[in-house]
């Protein structure tokens, strides 16, 4: 027995060692994995300074040369809202006033670095204001990620560029909520920013009715004193903002514009005016703030109080007569929140609210006319639906912290012994997150069409050159190859009537509706080979874009000396410098490679893949085969070009398969995968009635 107690003495200090070294080398990862975070921090942040600063000084910080440059409102004799370009209150407009001195000298820069110092103090007291108990990943990791949301966030890009104020209410109000602990000192500070910006003064609910009174009553005093306060010094400003202008409205851009993301603006953009409209405004404005509050409240004695920091703020947001599209930063601290019991669900909320608050509007939606109405509205209906529908959960909800998991597929053995490179790309069972997918999917489409177009050389001479050069190119190699049958086939098919017009059809009408049924067809029927399809898909589409920025190509249809008919777009006026660039919203010479053939490629080969009926698969490659016909009858594109877009679909299966391991073998239908892999939730005592 000695000898046995000896002998294991050496095993657990082998094994005690193992364990040390396996949570040092996790730790080492982290720290590595939050100084890459603060790095992309940083590098945002200098990317935002060089762009404000490299901009001519009469094109940035506009809104701060208006209020205290050498000719600004602040700066001469008269009203301060003369000319309605100042918007702020008038304790605001007696704030900057001292700063007006210094307007001539490098406020730009010294407001520039402020402003990105607020940014990274806000990052900081967001990251401190999660909801408790956190784990030590978020706890490091928490402070990077949100000073970067911030920074890509429209609101701080806006700020940074405009020259606003909107950053700080918010720091003063979150400083008062959860740094700050003096009653006293805390109500300064969030009245202040209602001093700022009175809607601000909606806190003042949240803290009474959640107990914290004394900080409530100061709050309000502050508010009072500083309004008195500017009263007393500016009472003719006063006077005009308060009474004549009714809290702002009026200042700045016109009300119904885009830029007010407040419900006022959203009802004077649908035709409303009046006193319909203002009463409206009203008795929807107060259902909101009511609505808001008590939300706010529920989540803030549940122990989630940035949550209802930020509700209170969604609401502060639609209440307001004007909310320039710089004071929407509550919208993008409502991203704390957690919703959906499934962890496949978790990521939808998060991901919308950063989609609508980094990107433009016109990207998160088609530019379809029934779609204006959410398109143009659309940070003030995430504001609204945080306020008043999303269902967060409470931190009493078993599902807050352990959602049910998403089933995968058992990995698939591979013949090398890195594949798959990124195996936490596992192949899941069930159908992902329909809202979640179409928002990806219009996304990056919108992110293809403005590269596919930002990677043109055709919008000048010297790009129309290049590309006809490499147009040239291209029919030297074909003419080597005898594969040169472009002219031939486009004019045999012009003198077909009937056969012209099939392709014309197919050429126009094709192109997104046979991919995207794909798509719906998997997602639907096959979810598992849905992830692998539409992974190939994205990285095909990817490397076609590389193509099109390396090699802008001009087609058959766009070369002067080729005789091509374009059976599509109508002749060609070879006399204009600027006659490929047909419209200004797709470029011309991204011929190489052919995504018209490449997408029609994918969709044969998935089809030939998972059709589960043998006459399915050869029925599925007739689409390519039409697509190649129709790109080079209408002069379109060169057969080289089919090649091209053959061989970026061959590398985008090649990374899928590189990245996530190969295809799973075994694909169960939606509805016995979902009842596979329904957990079960163990039965909860029923609740007394």
Partial sequence: MANAEHSGRPTEAFGSTAVDTVVDTARARLRAARLGLWLVAAILAVRQVAVVLGTP???????????????????????????????????????????????????????????????????????????????????????????????????????????????????????????????????????????????????????????????????????AGGTVLAWAALPHDSYTYWVHHMAGVGLGGEADGLANQSLH?????????????????????????????RRAVRYARDGQLLLAVALTGCAAIVVSPTTWQHQLLWVLLAVVGRVGKRASDRYVWPVAVILVMTLPAKMMLPNMAALYPLRDNAVLLAALAAATVVPFLPRTSPYYRAPIPTEVAQPVPTRWKRVPLLPFLKRVLTRPN??????????????????????????????RVRAEVHGQQILDIERFLHIDIEHAVNHWVVGVGWLRDFFDFYYTSFHFVVPLTVLGLLYWRRPVDYRWARASLGFATLLALVGFWLYPLAPPRLMPSLGIIDTVHGVQDFTKPDYGTLTALTNQYAAMPSLHFGWSLWCGLVIAIVAPKWWMKPLGLLH?????????????HWILDAAGGAAVVGGGFALSYVFMGPRARVVATTAAAERAVRPAVPERDPAPS
């Fill in 57 to 223: 000084s009469g094109e940035r910080l506009t809104d701060l040369e208006t209020w205290v440059g050498p000719n600004g409102v602040l700066h001469v004799n008269g009203s301060i809202y003369d000319s309605t370009q100042f918007t702020g209150t008038p304790f605001g407009g007696l704030v900057l006033k001292p700063l007006t001195r210094a307007a001539e000298q490098a406020l730009g820069w010294g407001w520039t670095f402020g402003t990105l110092l607020l940014v990274a103090a806000l990052g900081l007291v967001v990251a401190r204001a999660l909801p408790q108990p956190i784990s030590r990943r978020t706890a490091l990791l928490a402070s990077p990620v949100a000073t970067s949301l911030l920074m890509l966030s429209l609101p701080v890009r806006n700020t940074l560029w405009l020259g606003q104020t909107s950053i700080i209410p918010v720091l003063l109000v979150l400083l008062g909520c959860f740094v700050v602990r003096d009653w006293r000192a805390a109500g300064v500070l969030i009245g202040l920013a209602a001093a700022l910006q009175p809607t601000v003064l909606l806190f003042a609910a949240l803290l009474w009715f959640t107990g914290r009174r004394r900080v409530a009553a100061a709050t309000g005093a502050t508010f």
């Fill in 265 to 293: 603006g959203a009802l004077l953009r649908l035709g409303l005016a009046g006193p319909i409209e203002i009463g409206l405004f009203l008795s929807l404005g107060a259902a909101v703030a009511v609505l808001g509050i």
């Fill in 434 to 463: 329909l809202l979640l997918e179409l928002l990806l999917i219009r996304v990056t489409y919108a992110a293809y069409q403005q590269v596919r177009l930002a990677a043109t050389g055709g919008s000048n001479s010297a790009g």
């Fill in 624 to 636: 390519p085969f039409f697509t190649v016909s129709a790109i080079v009858a209408t002069g379109n």
